[in-house]
């Protein structure tokens, strides 16, 4: 059966996944390996899109993008730099919008949908 066009599904068995580690002490508090499958790219309207996985670890953040975050497995706690945080689990949704600064912290293994939109 084909695709209908312009509809992308997010099946994670279709592509292989990027595998990084981030390992930087001035960024995060242990290193730590992600990975990650995109599903969709539009670098001409800086767009990208796909799922998300990684192990527990803080980074600190210096947003200059909007990104739509749906945790499908795990925990996640969100903190400004005046210090006012959040957590977000399983089936919840957010956006972390251009601008924030401070740190995203998985405490525990994490899986989710993202969506970013930059700056063209």
Same mark, same amino acid.
């Given at each position: 059966? $084909?695709? %209908?066009? *312009? /509809?992308i599904a =997010? +099946?994670?068995?279709?592509?292989? %996944? !990027?595998? $990084?580690?981030?390992? +930087?002490p001035?960024? /995060?508090?242990?290193?730590? #390996?992600?990975q990650?499958? !995109? *599903? =969709?790219?539009?670098p001409d !309207?800086?767009?990208?899109?796909?799922?998300?996985?990684?192990?527990?670890?803080?980074? !600190?953040?210096?947003?200059?993008? +909007?990104?739509?975050?749906?945790?499908?497995?795990?925990?996640? #706690?969100?903190? +400004?730099?005046?210090? *006012?945080s #959040?957590?977000?689990?399983?089936?919840?949704?957010?956006v /972390?919008?251009?601008g924030?600064?401070? $740190?995203?912290?998985n405490?525990? %293994?994490?899986r989710?949908?993202f969506?970013?939109l930059?700056k %063209?």
């Amino acid at each position: 059966m $084909t695709e %209908p066009a *312009h /509809v992308i599904a =997010f +099946d994670a068995a279709k592509i292989a %996944p !990027r595998v $990084t580690e981030t390992s +930087d002490p001035a960024v /995060v508090d242990t290193p730590y #390996r992600a990975q990650s499958w !995109r *599903h =969709f790219e539009a670098p001409d !309207r800086a767009a990208l899109a796909g799922i998300w996985e990684a192990e527990p670890h803080l980074e !600190r953040c210096q947003c200059d993008y +909007d990104e739509l975050c749906h945790i499908l497995e795990g925990t996640v #706690r969100l903190t +400004d730099k005046a210090g *006012h945080s #959040r957590v977000f689990a399983a089936g919840e949704t957010f956006v /972390v919008s251009a601008g924030f600064e401070g $740190t995203w912290e998985n405490l525990t %293994p994490v899986r989710k949908v993202f969506f970013i939109l930059g700056k %063209p």
